[in-house]
């Protein structure tokens, strides 16, 4: 079933970079309103292996921005009710659901979990510490964020600049110095 789940990827993608794709593994930091977005889309492309980290759970004000709010979600972890849509679009994807925050001190652990790392969580010290050890550990980090009515989209690779730098913070700072 795969092949028909993703077949109009292919032209764009090859059948060798489409297999990349499926059996990439992506850690995800926040299931909200860019985090959701994200892991439902990622699951369209076809990519089967996931790692979810969310404390939080779907409330009223979530309805007008958040991808999987709905009346019958409210009150429930983003990040399970996320990882049930992404199953719904391909019953093969795997994820390990964390229904909790990352703690600082386990963001190189988590790092070490994925093949690429997307901090997408609401808090922007945790995601800035956590861009800039990817770039220590030899992994590259995805980071979206509202900016007024728009958003921007930053990738992050092993040796190039720090997501710090880029984005005028603290130069490689602790998350404790960030916070």
């Excluded at 999987?68 to 199953?87: I, R």
């Excluded at 945790?126 to 861009?131: E, N, R």
């Excluded at 190039?160 to 880029?166: A, K, M, T, V």
């Amino acid at each position: 079933m795969y092949e028909q789940y993703f077949e109009r990827n292919y032209g764009i993608l090859t059948p060798e970079e489409q297999e990349k794709v499926k059996n990439a593994k992506v850690v995800l930091i926040g299931c909200g309103g860019i985090g959701g977005i994200i892991a439902v889309a990622l699951a369209r492309t076809g990519l089967e292996h996931y790692v979810l980290y969310e404390h939080d759970t779907y409330q009223p004000s979530n309805m007008n921005r958040q991808i999987e709010c709905f009346t019958d979600t409210l009150g429930l972890n983003k990040a399970a009710v996320v990882y049930e849509a992404m199953h719904k679009i391909n019953p093969d994807i795997q994820a390990e659901v964390h229904q909790r925050a990352l703690k600082p001190d386990e963001i190189d652990s988590a790092v070490s979990m994925g093949d690429v790392i997307i901090p997408a969580a609401d808090e922007w010290p945790l995601s800035i510490h956590m861009i800039d050890r990817t770039i220590d550990l030899g992994k590259p980090a995805i980071m979206a964020y509202p900016v007024g009515a728009l958003a921007r989209v930053s990738t992050f690779l092993p040796g190039g600049p720090y997501g710090s730098e880029c984005l005028v913070m603290p130069y490689r700072a602790s998350y404790e110095d960030l916070k």
